[in-house]
């Protein structure tokens, strides 16, 4: 599977992800370019992926980007020649690349698609009539926020990737698990020691940023103060994609405690950069990734938990490895198993190619039920 032709797309007016050219292939250039999440760095990181940043398309089915964070849409256009934080109401954002994505933007035209095996993209980035023209490559979107268009593959391409990790492998085409955070259970700590040319610090406790309201975060909250009383550095969250994912991998515990519940792509990270990652499995959609012996439920457990481990250190790699584990099958095995299933399925039955008018109806009438 490791050597399937893979790309990954999205389009000029997407306010996350990578700003860089398309001839750059350096995991930790494109990872640092970010302008904000980690979002499936493994793709060009474990599987030499390329990824394109695509002019903005006006068919409607490439429109739907304007539906996926409304109250941000009419402003998205500004990408195209300016940086994140010019943005109105996202001034306080620090994007990794000072280029506009605009400026690395391609037609989607000028891409021989046919020589990848999978394209994957970012919202639907490529018009339909362009996907159905090449019948050998397995087309996926993934809706940004993963708040639409899930139930079913839509606008003519092959999958849609739900943002879920439950370890379900596809056997066909259609709804695909597969993670925003796509990496392996060291894919982070490995681009992080090479950019840094040095091992990880090992020091401190990393906040999980949704454990606070503040934004940016300036200071510890109140209920993290038990920690700091046991001596232990909180390390707070970064803007800056780089200096986060820094301070990320030089932290020896990752600790999610109050505050609002997470899908969980922060865990999956921390994990992959060398992190132990502790808190409530209920605040965690991906409730997969938190491991029976670092679930806790308030922070006197979280405390004593660390001052266990503490004392063992044998019992800290043996739960980092266990957490590894996890990751390397939810995040990375399991969806590239699903990719690969639905590609040989889709090689082999030609019916799985079909888009006929029910779906070209469906697919218009999609539009008026996404508020």
Known sequence: MNKLKIALVKQEVYQDLYVCSHEEHDPARILFSSQGRVGPIGLMAELGADFYIVKEEPERETQIYRKVIPHIAPYLHLLKTQTLDKIPGQEFKQPGSSHANGEFAVSCYDIDWGKYDIVIS??????????????????????????????????????TLNQMARGIVAAHCGVVDFPYTFVAGNTLERIMKGALNRPSQKKGIFMEINSTKERPVTQVPAHFKPLQDKGFQIILHRQRIAENLT????????????????????????ISLGSLAIMNRNEVIHKELIIDECNVKSMDEAVSLIDKIERNPELYRKLLDKQRAVVDRYFFEAPLQSLSNC??????????????WFDRLSDRLCFFKIK
């Open 122 to 159: 970012i919202n639907v980035s490529l018009p339909t009539h362009l996907v159905l023209s090449y019948p050998n490559t397995l087309f996926g979107y993934m809706i940004g926020e993963a708040n639409m268009a899930t139930g079913k593959a839509r606008f003519g391409y092959d999958i």
């Open 247 to 270: 301070c990320i991998y030089d932290s020896k515990y990752f600790v999610k405690m109050g505050g609002r519940s997470i899908r969980g792509n922060s865990v999956a990270e921390a």
């Open 343 to 356: 590609l040989t399925e889709k090689r082999n039955n030609r019916k799985t190619c079909k888009y006929g």
